[in-house]
């Protein structure tokens, strides 16, 4: 496809490992060994029926770290997505209805002011979060951020000379925008997809390990909070296969996203001038 | 009034317009880019604007094609009402076309030249099928002496001469009935701008379009034939038929342009201010030029002037 | 100068309305929350109704101020905040302002201390990067640095415990002990501020380094060299000063936001910081240590990011021009 030969070598490690993630995510049930709810003796050490022995409750390690990589990348993807969609909308119509454009941009200070990890907190007591709240929780501060990135983009296409050309031969204001504004917005939006997606990924890996998630939920960061509770793993070597395995993966999962998403803005960025950071 | 020709009605007139621009959407100084201007535009005849940078000429243009809205005055399509841009209905703006100044941004550079032409048709809805489509582009192409073999390629993989014809072409493909053109030939070489000032002039012989035509370059606006206009400060300072202003011209601003005359510059005047707008530069002023500002006097033959000397 | 007067009018306008927002927010979000703080008072929740009658549940209530409706007790609220009144921690039984400011000063000294580690490594190396742009020795510098921006920081935190704790035996395993001095706290600090630096010290090398390499990009540079200046001359007579500015005010920003970033670090070490304040205070429903932690956080983004305003103000003059 075009869009592979727009990676450099980071961003292809990048896309092949998240997609290798991915991968472990979709075919949970067929790979792994055991079934999650399945208990067995607690701090086992690797074997050769627990390949990565189990955990303070009786899990097995191998068995949770696929289960959490498919969370951890429905999280990151369905947050990706509804953010980026809610805020490239958010951005075009900000950056194309002029009278629009102050409120907007107030609405969206006002949400990126909110300190996303302790409102968080606060939210888990009312209700305790499963995937799908998580998922909201954050898509709800996602937003803004894309459309504050995308938006001076926006407003930069919208007031070329060709749009105004074709606004004078009778081209009507969201037949530009969808067929001018939001092509030409499109590398940004995928390089905040995949930023987003990474933000997501963290966050819910962050909440877990202030163990603030529902118990059922099978997430990497839960298990680190789970494992942290006991200390006895720390006097022994237990906290290798209990602590290292999902902290391995979470970082290779996030590794993987940064490196795709520096790859795409040291791409774009040369010809539109807009930082993302 | 004027007229062009008393006989027609006029395509296009423009109503005592003026345009107050404030910059700075909190402070606003105001600044005067046109000033009472008075233009009645017949089907068929074209009408050249010059004057310096900042003289008005692009506000005044777009004014005309109801983009801008005028502070004050009114424009009139064909009787249709153009003053507000945002209540122009769209059957109207099929019948202009806009020719911006700079080519290499008036197409989309994401797009091909083929489906950058193509675009005011299919905006417009005019053509049925992909066939008809491909006849129509490839003819247009061929009108405005654009190799079809180019069509394929994106804006940047073109050199200048040929994205304005393919400009010129997607002008024209919807008939309009009025085009302005901001000038279009500015950022081409010499021998590319002959060639497309030919062209420009071809069509409107040929299809019979109200042209505006706007350049700084006098000798490039009085090519078009017609009539001239030369604007200052927002004004109109002389209007004429072009051999007229340009073997007699009268305004010590034309001859200036002309190279006639030396132009000194005095003293410092103030913007706004209520004498002639050429007051500063002006080598042949005289008292009553800092009080009051002339206005456009007939002086015969269609020749009119705003100087108080006439 | 009716220029910056209206800017500034309009910029004080906005960040007022934030604050006003924020408060509001922060009140309604947290005195929402289902439970009381009653159930905590006497120990776990299951204990309270033993202890508790009707009687003094009542008058406990309205001691605090809860039993009134919750416009009043908003009203209350601003009122007393405006006369810089934190209120009285339910579940320490002490005004908040003395509970809060001992945890806020050890996340300070925390975060400072981490801040500069961070900027003293970062900031050498994102200009020797920028500088060999494009270099073996930049690609391996940016790759590693981003390598361990990935790494989450409580993951950071956990290894720092398991290498320098469980192996060295270097540093203390479990928090603190009572430590009323200065130095104590620095010691105990340093762990975490390490840790913390390197988490941050990613994103500050990656932005420093973009600025560098744009601003070196530009003209004058190359005039610079072509006149045969020494390297070192050209980095610390034009180089920064062109770009300090717009550093200086993200790095403001990058401060401001540490307070919440910090939180990870802090928990793993169980560090007595705000971190720990706040969890404390959100599982006793404690309202106003809870408020006063949460305002905080707000007020110091939004200050942060004024100061950013400012800064760039001051700088930029093509900011001044426009509205927003």
């Known amino acids: 496809m075009k869009a592979l030969s727009f990676l450099g070598i980071k961003g292809k490690i990048g896309l092949i490992i998240i997609l290798f993630v991915v991968f472990i995510g979709i075919t949970a049930p067929v790979i792994s060994p055991y079934d999650p709810t399945s208990l067995f003796e607690p701090f086992e050490p690797p074997s050769s029926t627990h390949l990565l022995g189990t955990d303070d409750v009786g899990h097995d390690v191998l068995t949770i770290l696929i289960y959490g990589a498919r969370v951890s990348i429905l999280v990151g993807f369905a947050t990706a997505t509804i953010s980026t969609f809610i805020g490239l909308l958010t951005a075009l119509i900000a950056g194309c209805y002029e009278g629009l454009d102050p409120i907007i941009s107030r609405i969206l200070d006002f949400f990126l002011v909110i300190p996303r990890i302790p409102f968080i907190v606060i939210i888990s007591a009312f209700l305790t979060p499963n995937i799908f709240i998580v998922i909201l929780v954050l898509s709800f501060f996602g937003w803004a951020k894309t459309a504050r990135v995308i938006k001076p983009l926006v407003k930069q296409v919208y007031s070329r000379e060709y749009v105004k050309r074709l606004k004078c031969i009778g081209a009507g204001n969201w037949y530009i925008i969808l067929r001018h504004i939001l092509p030409a917005t499109f590398p940004l939006a995928v390089a905040q997809f995949v930023l987003e997606g990474g933000h997501a990924i963290l966050a819910e890996a962050s909440i877990g390990f202030f163990g603030l998630e529902d118990p059922s939920t099978l997430s990497w960061g839960m298990e680190i909070n789970h494992a942290l509770q006991k200390s006895i793993i720390f006097l022994t070597n237990i906290w290798t296969w209990v602590l290292g395995p999902p902290i391995l993966m979470l970082t290779i999962t996030l590794l993987s996203t940064t490196f795709i998403s520096i790859d795409l803005e040291t791409r774009i960025n040369p010809r539109l001038k807009v930082r993302s950071w | 009034m004027m007229r062009f020709n008393s006989l027609k009605t006029p395509l296009v007139q423009g109503i005592n317009l003026t345009k107050i621009f404030r910059y700075g959407l909190i402070w606003g100084e105001p600044v005067e880019a046109v000033k009472n201007v008075n233009i009645n535009l017949l089907r068929g005849a074209s009408l050249s604007l010059t004057g310096e940078s900042g003289s008005g000429k692009t506000t005044l243009g777009k004014i005309l094609l109801g983009i801008i809205r005028p502070t004050s005055g009114k424009v009139l399509f064909n009787g249709i009402d153009l003053t507000n841009p945002k209540r122009v209905p769209k059957y109207i703006r099929r019948m202009m076309s806009y020719i911006p100044q700079h080519p290499e941004e008036a197409f989309d550079p994401r797009w091909r030249l083929y489906d950058n032409i193509a675009e005011p048709l299919r905006i417009h809805k005019l053509i049925g099928s992909k066939e008809e489509e491909k006849e129509i582009i490839f003819k247009l192409a061929e009108d405005v002496s654009l190799d079809t073999s180019l069509l394929n390629r994106r804006p940047f993989e073109v050199s200048g001469g040929e994205i304005q014809r393919a400009v010129i072409a997607s002008a024209l493909a919807t008939n309009p009935l009025f085009m302005v053109c901001d000038e279009p030939t500015s950022m081409l070489d010499i021998s590319t701008q002959a060639d497309i000032l030919r062209l420009l002039k071809n069509i409107r012989d040929k299809l019979n379009i109200s042209l505006l035509f706007i350049s700084h370059d006098i000798e490039i606006a009085s090519f078009m034939g017609f009539k001239i206009a030369v604007m200052l400060k927002g004004r109109i300072v002389e209007m004429a038929d072009v051999d007229k202003l340009i073997n007699e011209p009268l305004h010590p601003y034309t001859q200036g342009l002309l190279g006639i005359v030396k132009v000194e510059y005095v003293s410092s005047y103030a913007k706004n201010c209520r004498g002639c707008p050429y007051y500063d530069r002006c080598p042949v002023k005289m008292l009553p030029c800092r009080e009051k500002e002339p206005k456009l006097k007939n002086v015969g033959g269609d020749h009119y002037v705003a100087c108080f000397r006439y | ?324």
């Not at chain 3, 605090?64 to 919750?70: I, R, S």
């Open chain 3, 1 to 324: 100068m009716g220029v910056s007067r209206r800017f500034f009018v309009s910029k004080a306008a906005f960040y007022i309305s934030l604050f006003i927002l924020s408060i509001t927010t922060v009140f309604l979000l947290v005195r929402m929350m289902p439970g009381s703080p009653l159930d905590y008072l006497g120990g776990e929740a299951e204990d309270v109704p033993y202890i508790l009658t009707e009687e003094v549940r009542e008058k406990l209530l309205s001691y605090y101020g809860l039993d009134k409706p919750l416009w009043e007790q908003y009203i209350v609220f601003v009122n007393n905040l405006l006369h810089l009144n934190f209120g009285y921690s339910i579940y320490f039984s002490e005004p908040v302002t003395r509970i809060l400011l001992p945890h806020l000063m050890r996340t300070l000294i925390l975060i400072t201390l981490g801040f500069l580690f961070s900027i003293s490594i970062s900031f050498p190396l994102s200009i020797i990067s920028a500088w060999r742009r494009g270099s073996t020795l930049d690609t391996i510098i940016t790759l590693l640095s981003m390598s361990i921006y990935s790494i989450p920081s409580f993951a950071l935190a956990i290894l720092f415990l398991i290498v320098f704790s469980v192996e060295l035996k270097l540093f203390p395993l479990i928090g603190f002990s009572a430590e009323e001095n200065i130095l104590d706290i620095l010691w105990y600090a340093l762990g975490p501020a390490m840790v913390f630096a390197v988490a941050e010290s990613g994103r500050a090398y990656y932005f420093m380094r973009n600025s560098f390499i744009s601003e070196l990009d530009k003209d004058y540079i190359l005039f610079a060299k072509s006149k045969g200046l020494k390297n070192k001359t050209i980095i610390l007579r034009h180089l920064l000063r062109g770009s300090l500015s717009p550093i200086i005010s993200k790095l403001a920003l990058l401060f401001g936001y540490s307070l919440l970033s910090c939180m990870f670090v802090e928990n793993v070490f169980n560090y007595p910081g705000i971190t720990w304040l706040l969890l404390i205070s959100y599982e006793y429903y404690d309202y106003p240590v809870l408020e006063s932690i949460l305002l905080i956080f707000m007020f110091t983004v939004i200050v942060m990011n004024a100061i950013a305003d400012i800064i760039s103000f001051i700088i930029d003059p093509r900011v001044r021009g426009g509205w927003m």
